[in-house]
């Protein structure tokens, strides 16, 4: 079995993980569950994390009026915010398996269509690449709506670093 990570240093103390985790690195309810409680930018705008496996993520937020840019409109940084969480847990979680972190190196967005007031989105990704020192994943944001079929409003591409993560200090 791979270990999310070679021990307790390697991840925050301030996560403050129960005591079973550290033995069952597995866990990953528990690790999403926590980490949705200290996220301060996907609190700020009501996203939630989950975590189908390793090198997958999936978030989910409705647009609010502070999202928007004009009357009804919600501003790209928004929706590139969202994209770059999505792509940086998917590629984080395929990472952690190893021990290591990761950081944005680069990230691309293509817009498909509008997001209005009140939309539901859905947020996905998967790594396509890991690589010793860069991963590479995809993602795709959805319009859920209950009266029609998820549309694509818009998808990315972003490359990671990889680095152990005792190089950081946590």
């Known amino acids: ?3 999310i990570f070679a021990g307790a240093a390697a991840w925050p103390s301030s996560l403050a993980l129960p005591p079973y985790v550290s033995s069952h690195p597995t866990d990953w309810p528990a690790l999403v569950a926590r980490y949705n409680q200290i996220n301060r930018y996907g609190l700020a ?5 989950t975590v189908p496996a390793p090198g ?5 937020m409705t647009i609010g009026e502070a999202h928007l840019s004009s009357p009804g409109t919600a501003h790209g940084g928004v929706l ?5 969480a999505v792509l940086g847990a998917a590629a984080l979680t395929q990472a952690f398996t ?8 680069e990230f691309k967005i293509n817009y498909l269509r509008p997001v209005l007031l009140g939309d539901a989105l859905r947020a996905v990704a998967q790594v ?4 010793k020192s860069i991963v590479v994943v995809s993602g795709t944001i959805y319009r859920a709506d209950a009266a ?10 972003g490359t990671f670093n990889r680095y152990p993560a005792s190089k950081r200090q946590l």
């Open 128 to 131: 396509e690449h890991m690589g």
């Open 56 to 60: 997958q993520a999936e978030y989910r």
């Open 80 to 84: 590139a915010g969202l994209l770059d």
């Open 148 to 157: 029609s079929p998820e549309q694509a409003v818009a998808r990315g591409l």
């Open 45 to 49: 705008n009501g996203m939630v994390l």
């Open 1 to 3: 079995m791979r270990r």
């Open 98 to 105: 190893a021990g290591d972190l990761v950081s944005t190196i």
